[in-house]
């Protein structure tokens, strides 16, 4: 089973990267690509266990050629009979097999022949267990070597969030999941560039795909394919960083200078993401290359029928036999499927679920409970805007989204509805448009009660909602001087007049998904009171139609904008 599953999923591998390589290799879509080659690396680890059994129905015209078709079916294929002979006889059975096709071969020949296809098996079993063994050493003492390199150094607080190390050693930058580490000479004289291509490979996840690739190459070590693949998947990375680099505004005949620079030193691990790791020729090339036309990416769409005849290569038909007597009759198998019963409860679906061999309980798009599901062992509460949540830890407020949930350990919290308990077993069956309060109350190390209201209550004025209505924006155009943030925008809860980046809360960005202008400005439009300040310093002002296209995107009715130049 392991050997058939090891080659299954070299095939699969083979021919897939196979198809990119000719096809989308040398395309500009370097996102399009890495999501396709990471693909690839699932698929050749999931495909082989996919089991597709088609039915093959044959018709036989006797119970007797039944019985005897059955037993050949079940025989496997290294032992079937070269052919069956059939003779026509009132007298006797209408099927026979010949004696010679028949004829069962000596025990001692099944016994050699087995011993033989044991010793293949395990022969090989042992070479690919010796190469896996060989691989996983390998890894661990690079990721040994990595671990140490991390502990070593000043550790800094990078605006990105990552943990900069900074060490007195000569050696090529790199990256490992949220670990930058530079030289004190780049961090010195060539920090902007150096510290934005790593950080576009922290903030694209690269480390992700490398720990993938990883567990890719050690279950294939045998597959060259497997090792061509993962130098494309490094090279697209340093596509993505080197692109992040140059839309970042660096100089691309200094950077490329230093690319030269770093490109002497020393080899680093395969499990981290280096400045100098690839060809230096391939990747001049790719940043001076036009972009691939959009038609390109189609080519892609390749691979989806290379799936299907994967799926269909693995496939093991089922054997259905039946005789013209039978046609008539019913012969669908019963099937378990529990439907979805309409006017039970959520509670009362979910008993009428229990021992069935279904997953997960359909509830109906339009049913939405306070303890909408559970997961694991932790209920998930779910609540609409206008809810009043009422804590002992964090105040009061008034729900601004149009809905909210949050998760709670069922062996910590005891749940009430209205001041009555209920456990994990009996879960109410309450839309989330019918609670009124939640009341919430924390005794510390998670333990507490949830208290879920559905009668009227009338919510005070000095209740405030949980998302102020004003935002305060700040566009610099360049990231002024002193900046920890590295940054051109800035934003701040509440208004602010302010052109002075210090009095704002914290930095924005306009693109990264962890810290994006756009996730403050959809904050604030749940308020239907909203305003947005814009204030535009003079060097600003050539991005300001930048965030009124993403204000109109976001859903941005009430603003007012300010210029420095006018002030």
Known sequence: MVLEYLIKSAFVLTLMYGCFAWLLRRETFHRLNRVLLLSILGASLLLPLVQIRPAIMLEVDTPTYLTQAMEFFATPATEQPEALQVEESRSESPVTVSEESSAAPAPEHVGGSFLRHLNVR????????????????????????LIASLRGGMRLRDPS??????????????????????????????????????????????????????????VQW?????WMMGQDLRALHEYEADEAVLNHGIDAMRYQQLLVTKAVGARLQTLSNSLSRHSLKQRFVMMHRKKSHAWSAAKSALLLPLTAFTLM????????????????????????????????????????????????????????????????????L?????????????????ENHSENEIGLPAEKVTMMLDGEPFDFDH?????????RKMERHHKGNGYGTVNLITSA?????????????????????????????????????????????????SYTTWTDRAENV????????????????????????????????IMKECGVEHYTIRHESEM
């Open 122 to 145: 395990a022969c090989l079993m042992g070479i690919y267990l010796l190469g896996l063994g060989v691989v996983l050493v390998r890894l661990l003492l690079e990721l040994r070597q």
């Open 161 to 218: 969030g990552a943990t900069l190390v900074v060490r007195s050693a000569s050696f090529p930058p790199y990256s490992f999941f949220r670990f930058i580490v530079v030289s004190v000479e780049d961090y010195e004289q060539n920090r902007e560039p150096v510290l934005t291509h790593e950080r576009a490979h922290v903030r694209l996840g690269h480390s992700w795909d490398i720990l993938l690739l990883q567990v890719v190459q050690a």
């Open 222 to 226: 045998f597959n060259p394919f497997v």
């Open 313 to 380: 290569a693995f496939a093991k038909p089922t054997y259905y036999i039946y005789t013209p007597d039978d046609a008539d009759k019913d012969s669908q198998t019963e099937k378990h499927v529990i439907p979805l019963v309409e006017g039970l409860s959520y509670a009362e679906q979910m008993e009428r679920s229990k021992g069935r061999a279904v997953s997960p309980l359909i509830i109906s798009p339009d049913e939405k409970n306070p303890v909408i599901r559970k997961r694991g062992n932790m209920y998930i």
């Open 382 to 398: 779910r609540w609409t805007a206008g809810t009043w949540v009422v804590t002992n830890a964090g105040g009061s407020f008034v």
């Open 427 to 435: 879960i109410p069956d309450i839309p989330a448009s019918a609670i």
């Open 457 to 505: 209550v009338e919510v005070p004025d000095s209740v405030p909602g949980n998302v102020n209505p004003e935002l305060s924006i700040l566009i610099t155009g360049v990231v002024p001087e002193g900046s920890y943030w590295r940054t051109s925008i800035y934003q701040k809860s509440g208004r602010n007049d302010s052109f002075d980046w210090h009095t704002y809360a």
């Open 518 to 549: 756009r996730l403050h400005l959809r904050n604030v439009v749940c308020r239907p009171d909203h305003h947005v300040y814009v204030n535009v310093t003079r060097q600003g002002e050539r991005h300001l139609h930048r965030l009124k296209d």
